[in-house]
Nanobody
Framework: VQLQASGGGLVQAGGSLRLSCATSGRTFSSYSLGWFRQAPGKEREFVAAISRSGGVTYYADSVKGRFTISRDFVKNMVYLQMNSLKPEDTAVYYC???????????????????WGKGTLVTVSS
């Protein structure tokens, strides 16, 4: 599985961005999908995950209520809609795919199956 994230950019605080992650392969529905981010000088952290069916989602407390993860089974894409952005959301955002459950992606970061290259999100104050 290959992953390619896009959609990052510069946005003012309070604004919105939608990140996209294109996936390759014919086994899209076999993988849980997630988003992680790494801010300058910090470790990479979990942001959101979505189950194989798309029916269950998980979020970090810091983004709950502001970010929404979704997946498109026709286009084989995963999205992260980010609203009410804050300067502390500034980071490189990465998408990941894994054969395990979405519920545990947040604490299995170092063991996830596939990672895409990141896309930079900068939120100005």
């Amino acid at each position: 599985v290959q992953l390619q994230a896009s959609g990052g950019g510069l946005v003012q605080a309070g604004g919105s961005l939608r990140l996209s992650c294109a996936t390759s392969g014919r086994t899209f529905s076999s993988y849980s999908l997630g988003w992680f981010r790494q801010a300058p000088g910090k470790e990479r952290e979990f942001v959101a995950a979505i189950s194989r069916s798309g029916g269950v989602t998980y979020y970090a407390d810091s983004v709950k209520g502001r970010f929404t993860i979704s997946r498109d089974f026709v286009k084989n894409m995963v999205y992260l809609q980010m609203n009410s952005l804050k300067p502390e959301d500034t980071a490189v955002y990465y998408c990941a795919a894994d054969g395990g459950p979405a519920a545990t992606m947040s604490n299995r970061e170092h063991g996830l199956d596939y990672w895409g290259k990141g896309t930079l999100v900068t939120v100005s104050s």
